[in-house]
């Protein structure tokens, strides 16, 4: 039999295994219009009484008396997003160029896996960690009357340790998969081991280091147990680290949690503010999807 038609002969199980793929990539796409429909339609309600002037533009959030301001809730959310970053950016990309860059099979074989341990950590313990450990910790050392016990300081501060395993794994995988003969012929014209590290190495995987970012900002963002447990339970507009404010995602947790009427205002708003966070997680991810294209070096 000639390879012409044995490469055009199918096997009995690819047309099985085609087929459960296109069904895993169709569930997905479902399940991505369906979140988008349910949180439109229980949204519209919403936004038909609120207008997104009054929504974006002013800065009170509380439903009980119609005040509906996201602002509150929208500073406090980026606040500990940021706090976060700042964790987690510096730490996750020095972790990820020793381990691609510096250290050896052996000690990479044990650090890896053992860092991407933190992600495994269920984030309400992470919660419970800021409340007990980290803000006792923020008040020993900045005073308690400077530090509330819900803070978006220790919160931040937590969750930055959460994705930290994230942003550290997709910048190591990243920079791995630059090509070796860029670092030798740097090599070989006299570079130093940082200067082939951040000169060549970080420059060519630049795609693949912004998308780890963007992906980290996201998981912030929609954090929900940390925030819930350590930030506070009350909106408040203020961008003080050391004092309590509600974020979107802790804001939804703690009204769910209680005695709703279906189709009320209260009701309405949690899918307003969950449409929010949708669209900024999109957005963040287009961005990401943008740059990795736009930058994305071919060899």
């Given at each position: 039999m000639t390879g012409e038609s044995?490469?055009?002969r199918k096997r009995p199980g690819e047309s099985i295994i085609r087929g459960f793929l296109i069904f895993a990539a169709g569930v997905s796409v479902l399940t991505t219009i369906g979140?988008?429909?349910?949180l439109g339609k229980?949204?519209?309600p919403f936004f038909r009484v609120v207008s997104l002037l009054e929504?974006?533009?002013t800065i009170r959030w509380q439903p009980q008396v119609g005040a509906f301001g996201i602002l509150p809730l929208f500073t406090a959310t980026l606040l500990t997003s940021l706090v976060a970053m700042l964790i987690a950016l510096p730490a996750g990309?020095?972790?990820a160029i020793y381990l691609s860059e510096y250290a050896p099979e052996r000690v990479r074989s044990i650090l890896k896996p053992a860092l991407e341990i933190l992600a495994g950590i269920p984030s309400v313990v992470y919660g419970f960690f800021a409340l007990q450990t980290v803000t006792p910790?923020?008040?020993g050392i900045f005073g308690v009357e400077q530090v509330d016990v819900y803070n978006t300081l220790s919160a931040g501060l937590v969750m930055g340790v959460l994705i930290l395993p994230l942003i550290s794994s997709m910048c190591e995988d990243a920079l791995s998969s630059v090509p070796s003969s860029l670092r030798e012929g740097a090599y070989a014209l006299g570079a130093t081991k940082i200067e082939v590290s951040l000169k060549i190495v970080m420059?060519?995987?630049f795609s693949g280091l912004a998308a780890a970012c963007i992906v980290g900002l996201?998981?912030?963002v929609g954090e929900t147990m940390i925030v819930a447990l350590a930030a506070g339970s009350g909106p408040a507009l203020t961008l003080n680290p050391f004092k309590a404010a509600e974020t979107m995602t802790g804001h939804i947790v703690r009204i769910s949690g209680g005695d709703l009427s279906y189709d009320s205002m209260d009701y309405n708003s949690l899918f307003a503010i969950g449409l929010l966070l949708f669209v900024i997680t999109l957005t963040l991810n287009l961005v990401s999807s943008t740059l990795v294209r736009k930058y994305r070096e071919e060899y």
């Open positions: 044995l490469a055009g979140i988008v429909i349910t229980e949204s519209f929504f974006f533009g990309l020095a972790s910790a923020l008040r420059p060519a995987a996201s998981r912030a």
